[in-house]
């Protein structure tokens, strides 16, 4: 797996978080790079692996680790490693994605979000597949229900990028009635970096 991060190192190194408010994204953007203190509320966290970098909220909890096909991070306000979160921020990164040789990013990409939609209590919104940097990017906002939350009803957003053999997605949800205090949070968190400077000694054995 490691090889495979390495090859795309480069790729994702200006990896652009999100579309929403271009200017905003920008200004933390650059935030996240300076040494000045971060918004408040929130501290600089390290995405390991790829050296990447995030805000997360003050007394959040963060975890990482592999998937059979790339790596995944969770940063939530609950403690994931014991107890199913409600509100938090996951970033999935799937790696090598070809089907019978051919590139396979953006098929999986599109049946993933076919899932979600298919599942989903409500769409609040969809975008349309556009050109974004190097990737393609698309989106979904949807009201839902989780069978590890009984009597529970999220809001949750997910954005998708992709290239022809690598998809990232970031899901970020909570609970209906805790939406309007959190978009904020979920605008600052997804000006983030994935692939830092110090990336290839952060990932060697």
Known sequence: MRKLILALALLLSSFPASAEEPSRQASLAALLESSAPPPEGFVRQKLDITDGLIFMPKGWFYRSGATASGWMWTLSKEDSATTPYRTGMRIQMFLGLSKDGAPAGEALANSILLQLRGE???????????PFGVFTRNCLETIETSSAAPGVTFHVQYTAFWTPTMLVITTFGAPVEDWASLKGTAETMMAFRLIGPNFEKSSAP
């Open 120 to 130: 989903a209590k409500s769409v609040l919104n969809a975008c349309t597949p556009a």
